[in-house]
């Protein structure tokens, strides 16, 4: 059915600024809603009574004023939801939108929530608030669009929630196409950004400002006092692509990625929280480009991510670099930070790729070192000592360090840029927090240009009587709570669950396995007792859910061809253990759906038997498993392996983030043994995990066209050892790309061709 679209309007001439008198009108339904919009003045509010509105396209177009604005919001905050194919538009002036839950759909649109209804006409002195957007994806990953559009001035996007975005696009972008939207002084404050599962890709940030070309223009706007939880969406959690933001007072918590200034310049970053857990080296902290930059107060506690995600990683630039690449570091300020058991936290010539010009092209050479920057009145405590605190992809010759300090836990440091060696204690803090607070009042404090505006620290006292080094100028009693999420995002809702007990319901026959499996709920077990289970029709995973056996337990599917035994739908999280699984030779034996993945599936095979089908897995395109294992598992007699290759369009996406195969026996497996594919070449998708150990592979590979066992171009992260292969009739069992983090070890091939290294593979520019 074509979608309701309902139009709010409000005109007038003139209305008094002492105007207080509010007419409220209560909206059953969208038929309602038309009728009362007619006679609306600025003052006046819309509550949309609790209950479900679908397949609506809400536009509020309006004039209020700042002491009466116009305002539509939920009769019961969190009880109004908007569901199906919805948007919402607004744009006028003094225009408030508050208490609804976009959910169980997606926006027929380019975005869920915009700041703007044409062009044109956008929303300024505006706000959306106390609002929750809970995996309302398009049904495609490769169907970009965004949840919350920001245009115009002066506008808010406040305490609101928003999780769950698997398709592409950033969560939340700030616009700045036109002058109506240029110096816009938005804030998006007191959210509660919840996990953003990883994209599998590029354009997965939880935060963009603006875009390469308007990456010259000043948008100031303020991103504070928000939580960031498990924003692992991709290597950008925010991307600064505009001037003058401030990025102020926010918690990143177990988050995959850092804050970027991708484009644009003098962005101040101060006084946020980046907590890690120590183990994890894909959290990062904050990556460095273009001119002018202050980041100062921050605190990196546990982050251990690595070159992009490094807690500081400044990067080179590339000379002349156009909008859209990366212009070299200048002028940039990093101080008053302090740095808690994390790795290597500075990291200087990030992204140099000079060994790899003769397959890029000039302009693509990231050679100019950072200038005129200064790396001052820090703190680096490491509980165990890191001998390579500093790290230098590139010489750090434009780079002043002065005043910093470390407690190495007695572990020299060589390349030491003048650190100065304390013993240091620490100190709790609260939230599982540990930092030294004193023991170097001592040191100095470096005095450069415009550091008497650093009138604050991390805490908000004053630097101006009592300065120190580090983001914590005072000691005393402090006892944060900066996981307490009732501090952020929407006053009525919680993304914490209860953990459900696991129930387990024992299977006898065919039809109890059909009917179980899709009376189960999320988390249940499904046990098989000793039998075969012959079935036509494919099984259905579309939850969380175990399918095991104790004893010997055969699936023997034999449904059309080119169908899989085990369908893998949005949401599905599938673990098989202990079970043979066989086919008639035509069909999949696992599958993604071949269209409508709006979000991810997941999948664990062990201790089974997989033969006799066509595909052993077949993922098709736009589909994405964060993790895919197999391990003590047998394949035979199929034609073809695991393949997860069909994202060809070179955009940098691909099909799981970490492909898992350990301790398995492939044997009489034709082509695509493992196919596993990246394309397009660009560093922000740093991603795809490949891992082939302790396994054995014969008589594999006869039909594979290009004369190789194991395909993974364009994985960049690749571990191959402890693996036989024997008998498989091709030139190559693999062929590692030596310039990424591909190797292989302790491998045996007899009679298997070779395995070959090629330090540059030539990749499609994406761009």
């Known amino acids: 059915m074509k979608n309701l679209i309902l139009v709010i309007t409000t005109l007038f001439l003139f209305i008094s600024c002492n105007e207080t008198s509010v007419n409220s009108i209560l909206v059953n339904n969208s038929s309602e809603l038309l009728d009362a919009v007619k006679e609306l003045k600025a003052g006046d509010e819309i509550v949309l009574k609790k209950g479900t509105y679908k397949d ?118 700030v616009d700045l196409k036109g002058n109506q939207s240029i110096r816009n002084y938005h804030k998006i404050i007191n959210n509660h950004f919840g996990p953003r599962p990883r994209k599998g890709g590029a354009r997965g940030e939880t935060i963009q400002l603006g875009s390469s070309f308007t990456s010259m223009s000043p948008s100031n706007t303020l991103i504070a006092n928000n939580l960031f939880e498990e924003c692992n969406g991709e290597v950008e959690i925010i991307s600064s692509k505009t001037n003058f933001n401030i990025i102020k007072n926010n918690v990143f918590y177990k988050s995959e990625g850092s804050v970027v200034t991708r484009h644009g310049n003098y962005v101040t970053v101060d006084g946020n929280y980046f907590i890690g857990d120590g183990v994890n080296d894909q959290y990062g902290g904050i990556r460095i480009i273009n001119t002018g930059h202050w980041v100062i107060n921050n605190l990196f506690y546990k982050i251990k991510g690595k070159n992009f995600r490094s807690p500081i990683a400044i990067m080179n630039g590339i000379p002349k670099s156009p909008l859209n690449r990366y212009n070299q570091v200048t002028d940039v300020v990093v101080a008053y930070n302090t740095f808690v058991d994390s790795s290597s936290p500075w990291q200087f010539g990030v992204g140099t790729n000079i060994a790899q010009a003769d397959v890029l092209p000039k302009s693509e050479i990231r050679s100019a070192r950072p200038l005129r920057t200064e790396v001052v009145n820090n703190i680096i405590y490491n509980s165990e000592g890191d001998a390579n605190p500093i790290i230098e992809h590139d010489k750090a010759d434009g780079v002043t360090f002065a005043n910093n300090i470390i407690d190495n836990n007695g572990v020299e440091v060589e390349n030491n840029h003048g650190l100065i060696t304390k013993d240091l204690t620490l100190t709790d803090i609260g939230s599982n927090l540990s930092v030294p607070t004193s023991g170097f009042d001592d040191v100095e404090v470096y005095k450069g ?39 952020y995002g929407a006053d009525w809702f919680s993304n914490e669950v209860e953990a459900k007990e696991t129930t387990t319901h024992t299977v006898a026959n065919a039809s109890e396995l059909v009917s179980k499996l899709e009376a189960a709920e999320s988390g249940d077990i499904l046990s098989l007792n000793e039998g075969v289970y012959n079935i036509s029709e494919s099984l259905i995973v579309n939850k969380t859910i175990t399918i095991q056996s104790k004893g010997n337990a055969e699936i023997v599917y034999a449904g059309a061809e080119n169908t899989p035994a085990i369908e893998l739908h949005p949401y599905g999280k599938l673990t098989v253990k202990n079970i043979k699984l066989k086919g008639t030779g035509s069909q999949q034996a696992f599958a993604s759906l071949k269209k409508n993945m709006s979000n991810h599936f997941g999948l664990e095979v062990l201790d089974s038997e997989i033969s006799n089908f066509n595909y052993a897995l077949k993922v098709y395109k736009q589909s994405f498993s964060e993790e895919i294992i197999f391990k003590n598992t047998a394949i035979s007699d199929c034609e073809n ?91 190559f069992v693999s062929i590692l790309w030596g310039a990424k983090n591909n190797v292989q070890s302790n491998n045996t091939l007899i009679n298997s061709g070779k395995i070959k290294t090629e330090e540059n593979l030539k990749q499609t520019l994406m761009y």
Not at 141 to 162: A, I, P, T
Not at 457 to 477: F, P, Q, V
Not at 668 to 678: C, E, G, L, T
Not at 708 to 718: C, E, Y
Request: include cysteine; glycine fraction near 10%; hydrophobic fraction near 30%.
């Open 56 to 173: 609506v396209e809400i536009k509020l177009i309006g004039e209020g004023t700042e002491n009466n604005p116009i305002k539509l919001k939920a009769e019961t905050p969190g009880e109004v939801f908007i569901e199906g194919a919805s948007s919402l538009e607004i744009s006028g002036d003094y225009l408030e939108v508050s208490g609804l839950f976009f959910r169980n759909g997606h926006s027929p649109k380019t975005n869920v929530i915009a700041f703007r209804t044409s062009p044109k006409e956008v929303a300024n002195h505006s706000k959306v608030t106390n609002c929750v957007i809970l995996d309302f994806n398009n049904l495609e990953r490769d169907q970009d669009n965004l949840w919350v559009q920001l245009y115009g001035k002066h506008n808010e996007f406040s305490n609101s929630y928003l999780a769950g975005k698997t398709n592409g696009g950033p969560t939340l972008r």
């Open 449 to 487: 240009y415009d550091f008497e505006t650093i009138t604050n620290d991390l805490l908000g006292n004053s630097r101006e009587k009592a300065n120190t080094i580090g983001a914590i100028a005072k000691a005393g009693d402090i006892n944060l709570d900066l996981l307490d999420k009732s501090k």
């Open 641 to 731: 392996g695991l393949e997860l290759s069909e994202e060809t369009n070179d955009r940098g996406d691909y099909n799981t983030e970490y492909l898992t195969v350990d301790n398995c026996k492939f044997t009489n497996v034709k082509q695509n043994v493992i196919d596993y594919y990246r394309g397009g070449y660009d560093e922000s998708t740093i991603g795809g995990n490949l891992l082939v150990t302790n396994s054995t592979f014969t008589n594999s590979g006869a039909k594979e066209k290009n004369g190789m066992l194991l395909n993974h171009r364009g994985i960049v992260n690749v571990n191959i050892n402890n693996n036989t292969f024997k008998n498989n009739k091709v030139q």
